[in-house]
């Protein structure tokens, strides 16, 4: 981590972007609208153009991403949204149904624990370079939550193509990163689609301009509030309040299949889940129902400091 301007830029070409990103494990509390947040705001037809650049880690903190897994789903028109405790490395009673449910092999049982399943959701210091729909937010810093598609590009420019002789692009960096064209757009089913987003050139911020980057970077948004242990319920009591959600009833009780059937319902409006910044439906991602194995994301090998290895590192459990 860098407590200081001159290291941070020092350290920028060791500081490894893949290496950090795998190593992810992973305010106002009382509200949904998190003014630190920005959103993109679509048109009537649900479409979105700007422009956006993520920014290195905060003072004092190592990555410049986080990831956090929560659980998100409706039963009864009521909604049970908490955050998963393997966001910090730590065992998951909902997790575990899941589990239990898929493996199964009753198709009912794994269409249940898809409902249920976790979501997957980063953060990140942006700043906004062109927000046509708010031009008022171009230029500053905010925090921005991404699901797994904007990820994937991500990891896709740090690794570069070795096969045309591409380097790879930390895109966080100051003096090398590169802008992001983001484009959201509604595809088959009415859902969002970030496919066309791409990065652009690697471009200094600032024109390099040091007085207005550490201006910048001192003005950056701590991360590691998302993995605050206090936003995360103990296993026990997030294990009462699952089992009283699902099965009416507390823990020591048994709970029987008869009482466990969902209907696949959507969203009436009767009754709307109580979000917050910390417990937030993020992106739909296309993750396995329940906790993927500790050994499925393996590092990409010792020594390896290309930028993709650097970003893997980034988003490891941490």
């Known amino acids: 981590m860098s407590d200081s301007f001159s290291a941070m830029k020092k350290n920028r070409g060791t500081s490894k972007l893949s290496e950090k990103l795998a190593s992810i494990s992973g305010s106002n509390t009382n509200s949904y609208q ?24 905060p ?24 955050n998963c405790p393997t966001s910090l490395g730590q065992d998951c009673p909902v997790c575990e149904a899941n589990s239990e ?16 399943k976790r979501k997957t959701s980063y953060y990140a210091n942006i700043i906004v370079i062109n927000d046509p729909a708010n031009p008022e937010n171009n230029g500053r810093n905010f925090l921005y939550r991404f699901g797994t598609k904007i990820m994937e590009k991500i990891e896709a420019v740090a690794a570069g193509d070795p096969t045309l002789g591409e380097d790879g692009i930390d895109v966080q960096d100051f003096w090398d990163g ?19 987003s791409q990065f ?12 207005q980057l550490k201006a910048l970077w001192e003005s950056l948004h701590s991360l590691q509030e ?11 009591e997030l294990k009462t309040k699952f089992d009283k959600f699902v099965f009416g009833r507390s823990s020591n009780s048994a709970p029987s299949r ?3 059937s969902e209907e696949d319902t ?42 993709l290895a650097k970003f893997k590192a980034l988003t490891r459990n941490s």
């Open 59 to 82: 003072r004092g903190e190592d990555s410049p991403f986080i990831k956090v897994f929560n659980h998100g789903f409706q039963k009864n028109g009521k909604w049970f949204i908490e």
């Open 34 to 57: 998190d003014e630190r947040i920005w959103k993109p705001t679509p048109d009537k037809s649900g479409n979105y153009s700007g422009i956006i650049r993520f920014l290195p880690a």
């Open 200 to 211: 652009q050139a690697v471009s200094q911020l600032f024109d390099g301009d040091e007085d």
């Open 178 to 196: 590169a802008n992001l064209v983001l484009k959201m757009r509604k595809g088959d089913g009415g859902y969002t689609t970030y496919q066309d």
């Open 258 to 260: 008869d009482n466990d």
């Open 226 to 236: 998302y993995h605050d242990p206090t936003k995360f319920l103990g296993y026990d």
């Open 101 to 116: 449910l898929w493996n199964s092999g009753i198709e009912s049982d794994k269409k249940i624990a898809s409902q249920r």
């Open 266 to 307: 959507k969203s009436s409006g009767s009754s709307q889940p109580n979000f917050n910044p910390h417990k937030s439906a993020p992106e739909s991602t296309e993750e396995a129902p329940f906790k993927e194995s500790k050994s499925s994301d393996s590092g990409e090998g010792g020594g390896d400091e290309s930028p």
